[in-house]
């Protein structure tokens, strides 16, 4: 593809337009053409192949497990059922060190997040022409496989962890108690003249500390991904340019593959981890 029908920089706008269905320019529904289009299309579009891959990804976490549950022994397990329960004793063992209070929905979360963004994020070892080459086959003009790649995707599983922040510490400390945290910390003092007048100081760097925790938790799992999927596209740009750029782009791009599994893994892991990390926060009373 790179080499025969687009330039350089029409090869790298191609692998990262998502495809995109909205309202054209005319007013007709439709899928949009370029990036540009996709931009016009505004709030109401949606992203087609980030729905379809994520979705995918979780109907496939939720089948492994479906499948390893029906099977379960008591006896010696065999290689699924062993799988599966190190993942979980591994969750499990980071939601008791990180949470202290007493939520039954933590632990299922944080496995759902992890295991769900790990099979989002393998989805970039595949080739990146693998995907988007069968997909122009079908008369499918974009194809973006990586889905934690579009921000659309991250934000709305950080916008999710931060509502339940929301709804736990309402729930656990009552609409004072989170008011209270958000007006009387971190400066406080027993003089009431001065407490009050250290509430607008603490309401607006708790307002800012609060927003972003959303912004921070998807951010980094996006520009992380994002990164990762930009040097393979730059590094199959190489198999155009030469034999012996091409060998060494083969070797860079081993390379990078392995190291990326690294990256993958623990972008996963982080986002697990913040999520526990702000819900036990959530649960706590100061």
């Known amino acids: 593809?790179?080499?025969?029908?687009?330039?350089?920089s029409e090869y790298i706008r191609h692998h990262l337009t998502n495809l995109t269905y909205g309202q054209l320019p005319d007013g007709s529904w439709g899928f949009a053409h370029d990036m540009a289009q996709a931009k016009e299309m505004g709030f109401w579009s949606i992203n087609v192949d980030t729905m379809f891959w994520s979705i995918l990804m979780g109907v496939l976490f939720l089948y492994f497990f479906k499948k390893v549950a029906d099977s379960v022994t008591t006896g010696i397990p065999d290689g699924m059922q062993n799988f599966a329960e190190w993942i979980v004793e591994f969750i499990d063992d980071n939601v008791h060190a990180s949470f202290t209070g007493r939520n039954a929905m933590v632990a299922p979360l944080a496995l759902t997040l992890f295991c769900w963004i790990f099979l989002m994020n393998l989805m970039d070892l595949l080739p990146v022409?693998?995907?988007?080459?069968?997909?122009?086959?079908?008369?499918?003009?974009?194809m973006k496989v990586v889905s934690t790649t579009d921000p659309n995707a991250t934000f709305g599983m950080a916008i999710g962890v931060f509502v339940l922040v929301f709804y736990y510490s309402i729930k656990i400390k009552g609409v004072g108690g989170f008011v209270g945290e958000l007006t009387l910390q971190p400066f406080s003092s027993d003089n009431p003249l001065v407490k009050v007048a250290f509430i607008p100081v603490n309401l607006a760097l708790e307002l800012v500390s609060l927003v972003a925790k959303p912004l921070s938790h998807s951010l980094r799992l996006f520009g992380n991904m994002y990164a990762g999927e930009m040097i393979f596209i730059l590094i199959?740009?190489?198999?155009?340019?030469?034999?012996?750029?091409?060998?060494?782009?083969?070797?860079?791009?081993?390379?990078?593959?392995?190291f990326h599994i690294l990256i993958i893994t623990l972008q996963a892991f982080i986002?697990?981890?913040l999520t526990i990390v702000y819900l036990d926060m959530a649960h706590n009373e100061h």
């Open 129 to 142: 022409d693998l995907i988007p080459s069968l997909a122009r086959l079908l008369g499918i003009p974009f």
């Open 1 to 8: 593809m790179a080499a025969d029908t687009l330039t350089s």
């Open 271 to 273: 986002f697990m981890v």
């Open 236 to 258: 199959a740009i190489m198999y155009s340019a030469g034999a012996v750029t091409g060998v060494f782009g083969g070797l860079l791009q081993l390379g990078w593959a392995i």
